[in-house]
Every structure is written in C-alpha cells, then in structure tokens.
T-cell receptor, first 113, second 116 residues
Framework: SQKIEQNSEALNIQEGKTATLTCNYT??????LQWYRQDPGRGPVFLLL?????KEKRKERLKVTFDTTLKQSLFHITASQPADSATYLC????????????FGTGTKLQVIP | GAVVSQHPSWVICKSGTSVKIECRSL??????MFWYRQFPKQSLMLMAT?????????EQGVEKDKFLINHASLTLSTLTVTSAHPEDSSFYIC????????????FGDGTRLSIL
C-alpha cells in the first residue's frame, strides 16, 4: 500500500542547531515534493518545492533534498530559532500538472531557547 | 501575495442544521480549489477538488450529497455541510492554486466546526 511517513514523534532541538526532518514514501513515484509549515489552528503555509530531477533546493535557512532512489526527502532548518517551532508537512505530487498532492502526517518541531 | 481567506473561522451549531463555509482567493485567480478535513494530530485528508465552473471531484468515501461544493467563480468556492451531525465535527481547510505545473497550494486558516 502507499505510505508517506514522517517522524511521528516530536523533534526537540536546541536553538541555533540544525533541525533535520524526514519524509519517506513507499509505492509512490512522485514527480515533485512540497514542504509546508502548519501552526496550531492555522492552515499550512507553503515553503519549498523540489522536482524529481532536482537533488537539492535552498531558500534562506531552509534546505530540501530529494533522493528518488532512497524514496526520501530531508528538510533542514539551519540556525534554528524558537519561531521555527511548528508542524512540518511533506506532500507528494504524482505527476507534473496533476492537481492533487498527498500529505504526510507531519512532524512537530520544538526549538528550545 | 497568494492570500486565501476562509470564513467563518469557527462555528457551533445544532445537529441537523446545514453549515456553509466560504473560501476566497483575495489576490489571485484560483483555477482549482481543494477542500480538506483534518482530525487532531492527523494529516490533511482531501475531500474534493473543485475547478471553476465545473462539478467537484470527490475522493472515495466522501458523500457528495452531504458535502456540497460550489465553485462559481475564480475567487470563490463554498462547502456546505448538509444536515450536520456530531461526527461531522472537525477542522475543515480549503486551499487554492493557480493553473500550471507543480504550483503550490495556498491555504485558508481553516474552519473549526462543532456540531452539538
């Protein structure tokens, strides 16, 4: 069966360190992968998109990698800050132009001052 | 840019009533809007995909007569939960995207629905 797995346990990290979140998938062949941030009681906010032919994408303190062999994406936040505390969701898009994405369950990140 | 407004943000009503939730794209034209349901500590579950001017496409297991979706313009989609019951209580979130490959979804802030 198809699965998108993110760390179900919350990730606690010290301020200033790099946070690394994992998104693993099985029985999917995604054309692209997106990462979103969701704060409690709010809708998700889009952060980054990476296509299947891209290995890495960066945006300010954020970095995403995409390994289609390992079927895994890693999401890094460098120099983490308490304001980065939130739940982070990965979402897989099955084909270029295909409208739907499928979301993982999310990982809750807590950055400790 | 890319702001999506969802209204109301929360609603409490009696069992048997119908509730309408609005989703508006404020500064862009959304060719496609999505409606999701989210339970506590769970992921977003897609309910339906809505394209402007056409009927919504519902996901398997979602009752189209229960959850009525209308996408009358490029900036407005509505979800009506008809004859709501306590089991319909949930967090409902809409999103909108523009035409084009790999475009991200822009989300509203959700509607907390509580049916007594």
């Amino acid at each position: 069966s198809q699965k998108i797995e993110q760390n179900s346990e919350a990730l606690n990290i010290q301020e200033g360190k790099t946070a690394t979140l994992t998104c693993n998938y099985t029985n999917y062949s995604p054309a692209y992968l997106q990462w979103y941030r969701q704060d409690p009681g709010r809708g998700p906010v889009f952060l980054l998109l990476i296509r299947e032919n891209e290995k890495e994408k960066r945006k300010e303190r954020l970095k995403v990698t995409f390994d289609t062999t390992l079927k895994q994406s890693l999401f890094h936040i460098t120099a983490s800050q308490p304001a980065d505390s939130a739940t982070y969701l990965c979402a897989l898009g099955l084909a270029a132009g295909y409208q739907k994405v499928t979301f993982g369950t999310g990982t809750k990140l807590q950055v400790i001052p | 840019g890319a702001v999506v407004s969802q209204h109301p943000s929360w609603v409490i009503c009696k069992s048997g009533t119908s509730v309408k939730i609005e989703c508006r794209s404020l500064d862009f034209q959304a060719t496609t809007m999505f409606w999701y349901r989210q339970f506590p500590k769970q992921s977003l579950m897609l309910m339906a995909t809505s394209n402007e001017g056409s009927k919504a496409t519902y996901e398997q297991g979602v009752e189209k007569d229960k959850f009525l979706i209308n996408h009358a313009s490029l900036t407005l989609s509505t979800l009506t939960v008809t004859s709501a019951h306590p089991e319909d209580s949930s967090f409902y979130i809409c999103s909108a995207r523009v035409r084009g490959s790999n475009q991200p979804q822009h989300f509203g802030d959700g509607t907390r629905l509580s049916i007594l």
